[in-house]
């Protein structure tokens, strides 16, 4: 689970108020228990977007071009669309045999190929006492699962370490960051050990259900050495009032370096321009930084410290994997995208990275969001990791989401796949507690009720994850056909300012073409954003690639206005009219507020609404062809809520009571029009279980009709339009 769900943020003593709402009827109950999905249903995508079987062949690998392919096709990308697997006791934990076959097999159902496991060690060692005693039940159920999901055509990519406790035995909050583990991997040797043995008791060790040990199995793809183990960010994370922001365990090992950089402690005082009276570099007493957020010279060594440091471990741990004999792909700092994080993971041979728009800081009373969209603030979580990737290497997104309870999360299923597939990324991974629920009311405290970080029971985040299988792992937005390097020289981009990242005015070319890291050196006359970066200028860049034709003359991009537009013609974000367009041959799709209607797509036009929301429009033929189809899965999604969910502020930022079940969809319609006509058409609602309702609407030549979700048979996020023959 991402990190920070657990740091306290202080919520104003704001009077409590229930959410205000137009009418009781606004919100309209959801009436399904069952989500399994119905074989043959549209929402059954096992044949549009079919699995292979994992063997030698079909092992996925770093290929020529630095995407990840499979062995057998080193040339040929391979989109990954990914199901996070990070249980806990509160979510259910792992699943038995007969559970497992049933989730292994509609995650196939819905789409995904491969699985993140996360927090593995905390569901092995929860309630034991004695260090590597893990459970034996759990242990046989995370290998029956992983065999469930290998037989399903689903790879594994897994974290080594996620929990702050490691294995260690005797302790109660492994998903809460106590203990320091994670940064003394980085300093410890014994810190390293327990690491390495964690390695091999689990991944080394035998799974009776495949015959095989995970780490010399086709399935596992990725292992991610510790999550997010960026070592500011560990202390960001273990930042208490009256705490100095470092660890006094780095006092010591920081001295030993600056002693090796610098011949004296006067040298070291004029670098700097002034020493504590106390300091001396010749008996180690130099201090750590006692702000993290004041820039100085020190702030500075101290960013090339962790550089060095970091990848010194990085290596050591990636080396204990290879030999155990693990032959898949390595990561690890999948969080953290600025400048001496981006050092660090220049050496690794794969790149992770997690991003979240209006980050939540708990599940408590009190915790609160900014309310804000993604696309008013052009995609600002995408562009942050965008900046991160280094170009040349696969690229996972690891975590990610829009989160629950922001109104506008109905962006997050187009802004994120649309624009991983521009970027040509390898892997998205959407945070949850398992992306799919098999059905609601399950006993457990995070199954009562939607939560952040728990996508599974979110009719809106569901909308969003079956339209990002389509436009991301299908291939129906393209990848982009130009490339902007931001150039790296190496530690003399290091600043005084620890938190710094590349600039904002600058990544907003991932909006255009695909953006990323690239060595200096290597660059050569590419139009590229160089150093240092207060020298560019993201317009003249546009200018310049449409100069030299990179960039077609009659792109819309207007950086000046906030309106982007891709390379490839297919996607448009405009930032003052909160809307996000894409339209492709296969799928059209548009995020919109209701005043920026109408918005007419290429087949699709979304005339006016009733509020705001996503809708799409995508081709179940095959070929996929929203000109020559016949099937269509219509998306029209809102907003939703749980029952009895209040706030202590009019503004919906400051959560008082999550409420409860059954969870409610905010009432909504649309009046489309489809540029096609039929001798007969029709269109039925379709239940969150795939289950084809009656028509609700039939009509002869043009095709237009007004789309609420207010049904007789209860709300839904999906319906099937159907051209048919007179």
Known sequence: MKAGVWLALAGAALSLASAPT????????????????????????????????????????????????????????????????????????????????????????????????????????????????????????????????????????????????????????????????????????????????????????????????????????????????????????????????????????????????????????????????????????IALPVDRYADSPRMRDLQAFFTEVETTSANKMSQALRVLGYKGLISTYNNWPTIQAALSRRSLEAVTANTYHDWVGGYAPGSKLLQQSSVADGANSMRMIAAARWLGKPFIVSEYDHLFWNRYRYEGGLVFPAYAALQGWDVLCRHGHGPIALAYGEPYPHKRAMLPYAIALDPVARAGETLSALLFRRGDVSTSRITIPFAVRGEEDLGRDMQAREPENLTDLALVGRIGLQAADRIGEQIAVLQPRDANRAAAIIDRLKTSGALPQGNATDIAAGLYQSDTGEIVLNRPKRELRVSTPATEAVAFSSQSLPARLGTMSVEAAEGDGLVALASLDKPASLAKGSRFLLIFATDARNTGMTFRDRQEKVIEDFGRLPVLIRKGQVDLRINRTAPRWQLSPVSLDGTVKPPITRGAGPISFRLSNDLPTGPTTYFLLELLES
């Open 22 to 285: 137009k009418a009781d009827e606004q919100w309209l109950p959801v009436r399904e228990i069952s989500l399994e999905l119905r074989a043959g249903s549209p929402l059954d995508f096992s044949s549009i977007l079919p699995n292979p079987k994992i063997d030698t062949g079909n092992r996925l690998i770093a290929g020529s071009n630095g995407r990840l392919t499979f062995a057998k096709a080193p040339d040929t990308p391979a989109r990954l669309s990914c199901a996070s697997l990070a249980w806990s006791p509160a979510s259910g934990g792992f699943p038995d045999r007969a559970g497992a076959d049933r989730y292994a097999r509609q995650l196939a159902l819905h789409g995904y190929n491969i699985a993140r496991l996360h927090f593995v060690d905390g569901s092995l060692m929860f309630g034991r006492k004695t260090d590597f005693d893990f459970d034996p039940e759990t242990l046989d159920r995370i290998h029956y699962l992983l065999a469930a999901l290998k037989r399903n055509g689903i790879y594994w990519m897994i974290d080594g370490l996620s929990s702050w406790r490691g294995a260690y035995g005797g302790y109660d909050d492994r998903w809460d960051p106590g203990g320091n583990l994670k940064l003394a991997l980085h300093l410890e040797d014994a810190a390293f050990t327990h690491w390495k043995s964690f390695t091999e008791k689990f991944l080394a060790r035998v799974n009776p259900h495949t015959g095989i040990a995970p780490i010399h199995d086709d399935a596992l793809t990725l292992v991610i050495l510790v999550n997010e183990n960026n070592i500011e960010f560990e202390s960001v994370v273990h930042d208490r009032p009256g705490k100095p922001p470092y660890d006094a365990m780095l006092a010591a090992p920081f001295n030993r370096w600056l002693a090796k950089r610098y011949a004296s402690t006067a040298v070291l005082s004029k670098a700097w321009g002034g020493l504590g009276w106390t300091e001396k570099l010749e008996n180690g007493s």
